[in-house]
């Protein structure tokens, strides 16, 4: 069991180029979340997801996009990216009312 | 609106001393609150979950207390040692179109010296 898979765990982009955040997981979850931590402050909620085909917005939509193709997989797409996106990405996956296993994060540097 | 707040922001205790961080949730429909710690560059981890049925759950030296009327949860750490120093972070699903998106407090960074 390999949990919650995140790649790539450091990336550093120019102002306006795009990139995909990759997740996947093994445990069968429906709920698949994104945040995102910006140093020393707390987890904001991106995007979530329900099962596959099921998404929607959490507190900090803007500059994002996901999808949800299949249950394993939960990408996170920036597209024109922006000083502002330069943070700590973390994945996580559930079940309802269960625990959330956390990726190992990925660092994002926007230059 | 919806959201979780957590205080303290920051708490420093000495070894063997008590902590306490305290949460209030908006949804009176949440019924999971979860903790969670977070070292430092490392991801976070549950250590103790309640659900809206009890009360109050213990493990060892954490617990946790629910309060559904106040709407409001707490996390307890007794006997505290420097190895407990980490972010703190408490949670509940917040029902949002019929579904519940986890959203987190804003976090607890304990200091526990020797």
């Known amino acids: 069991n390999a949990g919650v898979t995140q790649t790539p765990k450091f990336r550093i982009l120019k102002i306006g180029q795009s990139m995909t955040l990759q997740c996947t997981q093994d445990?069968?979850?429906?709920?698949m979340y994104w945040y995102r931590q910006d140093p020393g402050m707390g987890l904001k909620l991106i995007y979530y997801?329900?099962?596959?085909?099921?998404?929607d917005k959490g507190e900090v939509p803007n500059g994002y996009n996901v999808s949800r193709s299949t249950t394993e997989d939960f990408p996170l797409r920036l597209e024109l990216a922006a000083p502002s996106q330069t943070s700590v990405y973390f994945c996580?996956?559930?079940?309802?009312?269960?625990?959330?296993?956390f990726g190992q994060g990925t660092r994002l540097t926007v230059v | 609106g919806e959201n979780v707040e957590q205080h303290p922001s920051t708490l420093s205790v000495q070894e063997g001393d008590s902590a306490v961080i305290k949460c209030t949730y908006s949804?009176?429909?949440?019924?999971?609150f979860p903790w969670y710690k977070q070292e430092l560059g490392k991801r976070p981890q549950l250590i103790i979950d309640?659900?809206?049925?009890?009360g109050e759950k213990k493990d060892q030296r954490i617990a946790v207390t629910l309060n559904k009327t106040a709407k409001h949860f707490s996390l307890h750490i007794t006997e505290t040692q420097p190895e407990d120093s980490a972010v703190y972070f408490c949670?509940?699903?917040?029902?949002?179109?019929?579904?519940?998106?986890?959203?987190f407090g804003a976090g607890t960074r304990l200091a526990v010296h020797p």
């Open positions: 996580a996956s559930s079940q309802i009312n269960t625990e959330a296993f």
């Open positions: 445990m069968n979850h429906n709920y």
């Open positions: 997801s329900v099962g596959a085909g099921i998404t």
């Open positions: 949804d009176s429909a949440s019924n999971y």
């Open positions: 309640i659900r809206s049925n009890v």
């Open positions: 949670a509940a699903p917040l029902l949002s179109g019929g579904y519940n998106k986890l959203i």
